[in-house]
């Protein structure tokens, strides 16, 4: 049973940081390329962060560049999100998603965890 389970979101002021964490299991979670997502209210989930199956490459969305962090890994099967200098803007939930491109598509999803950033 594949399962993605998202930990770590939570209230943060303006300008703080957050680690989010993924637990992957029920694949071969090395084979996958790993991202972060996230969704706020009335709009359309949006890539923030992907790292490949080894890790050695890494992109990003525009807004996060230089703010936030994704990383792996492979010998825990998990993947995590450290995001610095949080603005309101980043509020949303954060999705974990898994992704593998063989015979067929394999595409995985975690149920999210919420970030919010208040004072």
């Known amino acids: 049973q594949v399962q993605l389970v998202e930990s770590g979101g939570g209230l943060v002021q303006p300008g703080g940081s957050l680690t989010l964490s993924c637990a992957a299991s029920g694949f071969t979670f090395s084979n996958y390329r790993m991202s972060w997502y996230r969704q706020s209210p009335g709009k359309e989930r949006e890539l923030v962060a992907g790292i490949t199956s080894a890790g050695g490459s890494t992109n990003y969305a525009e807004r996060v560049k230089g703010r936030f962090t994704i990383s792996r890994d492979n010998a825990k099967n998990r993947v995590f999100l450290q995001m610095n200098n949080l603005t309101p803007e980043d509020a949303a939930v954060y999705y974990c998603?898994?992704?593998?491109?063989?015979?067929?598509?394999?595409?995985?999803w975690g149920q999210g965890t919420q970030v919010t950033v208040s004072s």
């Open positions: 998603n898994a992704r593998f491109q063989g015979l067929g598509l394999y595409n995985y």
